[in-house]
C-alpha cells in the first residue's frame, strides 16, 4: 500500500524560513517522480513544485519560485521542500503527492503551515 | 500557463440525480487531464485520469469524457458519500493547475 507521511509543518513568522518532509513506503520510490500541492485554509487545491526521480527535472509554480526548494533523497525515501521568505499567502495544508506515468495517483494526509507574526 | 474554468461552483442535487460537471482549459491538452474528489479534512482522492479512464476501485458510477479544451465529469446516480468537492487538474505541460472545484451538496 502506498503511503506518503508529510512532516514539519508548524508556526513561522513572516520572512521565516521552515522545511516539511514527505516519507515515502509502499512503493519504488527512486521510480517515481513527486510532487508538493498545497491548499490555503477554505481554498482550492494549488501545484508547487514537481521533482523527478533522479532529479533531473525540477519545477516550480511562478508564486514560490526562488524562494522554495524542492529535493528528495532516494536512498532515504523521502521528499522535501525547503520554504524561505515565506509570506502569509504561503499558510496553507502542504500535499506530498506521488507521480504514476505522469498523473498525481497518489497523497498524503498533508501538513499545516502556518505564516504569522 | 493552462487556466482551468471548472464550472459549476457549487450545485445542489438528491441522491439518485445525475451530475455533470466541465471543465475548460485554455488551450487544448488532448486528454491529460484527471479528476479528484477532496472530502473535508481529507486528502484528494483520483476519481479518473487521461480524461476517461476510470481509476482502479473507483464506483463506476463515475465517468469522464471529453478531449482538447472541453471535458466533464458525470456521476450517473449521486450517492450520500459522493457529496463532496470535485477538481479538474491538467497535466498536458508545467505549471500544473487546477480548476477552482465544484462542492456537491445535499439539496
Known amino acids: 500500500e502506498v503511503q506518503l507521511v508529510e512532516s514539519g509543518g508548524g508556526l513561522v513568522k513572516p520572512g521565516g524560513s521552515l522545511r516539511v518532509s514527505c516519507a515515502a513506503s509502499?512503493?519504488?520510490?527512486?521510480?517515481?517522480?513527486m510532487n508538493w500541492v498545497r491548499q490555503a485554509p477554505g481554498k482550492g487545491l494549488e501545484w508547487v513544485s514537481f521533482i523527478s526521480s533522479s532529479s533531473s527535472y525540477i519545477y516550480y509554480a511562478d508564486l514560490v519560485k526562488g524562494r522554495f526548494t524542492i529535493s528528495r533523497d532516494n536512498a532515504k525515501n523521502s521528499l522535501y521542500l525547503q520554504m524561505n521568505s515565506l509570506r502569509a499567502e504561503d499558510t496553507a495544508v502542504y500535499y506530498c503527492?506521488?507521480?504514476?506515468?505522469?498523473?498525481?495517483?497518489?497523497w498524503g494526509q498533508g501538513t499545516l503551515v502556518t505564516v504569522s507574526s | 500557463a493552462i487556466q482551468m474554468t471548472q464550472s459549476p461552483s457549487s450545485l445542489s442535487a438528491s441522491v439518485g440525480d445525475r451530475v455533470t460537471i466541465t471543465c475548460r482549459a485554455s488551450q487544448g491538452i488532448r486528454n491529460d487531464l484527471g479528476w479528484y474528489q477532496q472530502k473535508p479534512g481529507k486528502a484528494p482522492k483520483l476519481l479518473i485520469y487521461a480524461a476517461s479512464s476510470l481509476q482502479s476501485g473507483v464506483p463506476s458510477r463515475f465517468s469522464g469524457s471529453g478531449s482538447g479544451t472541453d471535458f466533464t465529469l458525470t456521476i450517473s446516480s449521486l450517492q450520500p458519500e459522493d457529496f463532496a468537492t470535485y477538481y479538474c487538474?491538467?497535466?498536458?505541460?508545467?505549471?500544473?493547475?487546477f480548476g477552482q472545484g465544484t462542492k456537491v451538496e445535499i439539496k
Open positions: 487538474l491538467q497535466d498536458y505541460n508545467y505549471p500544473l493547475t
Open positions: 503527492a506521488r507521480d504514476f506515468n505522469g498523473i498525481i495517483t497518489d
Open positions: 509502499g512503493f519504488t520510490f527512486s521510480s517515481h517522480s
